[in-house]
Nanobody, 128 residues
Framework: QVQLVESGGGLVQAGGSLRLSCTAS????????MGWFRQAPGKEREFVAA????????YYADSVKGRFTISRENAKNSVYLQMNSLKPEDTAVYYC?????????????????????WGQGTQVTVSS
């Protein structure tokens, strides 16, 4: 069984930064992809960012491109989401998730249905 645990959420003013971390236990990352998703109150879950275990490519939602950066440290079984220039509309619960690379290679990294393990989520609140 795989467990994903997020941390790093909190309350920040607009324009500020936060760094989310997600640590996996139970297996190594390869050959999986890791993604970040978020869900705001009353809204559907949406894709934020993702990358394969190899780290040779990254994918971002248009709404966060240029502000957020996904990275990973395989030796620590961890993936990170650096969030800069935060906006009130970034307020949500942020989830990390893992997916078999063979599956997301077919359906795409941005599809939540491709991910089979999810963390419990961490709250990010951006005040105006």
């Amino acid at each position: 069984q795989v467990q994903l645990v997020e941390s790093g959420g909190g309350l920040v003013q607009a324009g500020g930064s936060l760094r989310l971390s997600c640590t996996a236990s139970g297996r190594t990352f390869a050959p999986y992809a890791m993604g970040w998703f978020r869900q705001a109150p009353g809204k559907e879950r949406e894709f934020v960012a993702a990358m394969p275990w190899s780290g040779d490519s990254t994918y971002y939602a248009d709404s966060v491109k240029g502000r957020f950066t996904i990275s990973r440290e395989n030796a620590k079984n961890s993936v990170y989401l650096q969030m800069n220039s935060l906006k009130p509309e970034d307020t949500a619960v942020y989830y990390c998730a893992s997916a078999p690379i063979t599956r997301v290679a077919i359906i795409g990294f941005k599809q939540g249905r491709g991910y089979d393990y999810w963390g419990q989520g961490t709250q990010v609140t951006v005040s105006s």
